[in-house]
């Protein structure tokens, strides 16, 4: 598995098919994933350490294809998500509001 260094801390696909991805996601403390949609895939995301004023550890949260989400990391610690996307996730499907 490969960590890529992104603006927001660190992402990981763990794994990766034709029908999906999962993806570990950390972002740092201060950082965020600004607000966007993806037009071709529904991400189902698990609050795996740490929250947000609107996501909560532990919890789980499905963003259906074309509904805006950010990951806001206001605390001082790192928000890990464990995301599914599918179909799995590609940069050409992410586009901000």
């Keep these: 598995m490969v960590v890529e260094k992104t603006e927001f801390g660190y992402a990981e696909v763990i794994k990766r098919d034709k029908d999906a991805s999962f993806t570990l996601e950390t972002v740092l403390a201060g950082k965020s994933i600004p607000k966007h949609c993806h037009k071709e895939r529904d991400e189902i995301v698990m609050v795996l350490e740490g929250h947000t004023s609107k996501l909560e550890e532990g919890n789980v949260y499905l963003f259906k294809k074309g509904k805006p989400h950010e990951y806001v990391n206001d605390s001082d ?21």
């Design 77 to 97: 610690k790192p928000l890990k998500l464990l995301l599914l996307s599918t179909p799995p996730y590609d940069n050409k499907d992410y586009f901000t509001r």
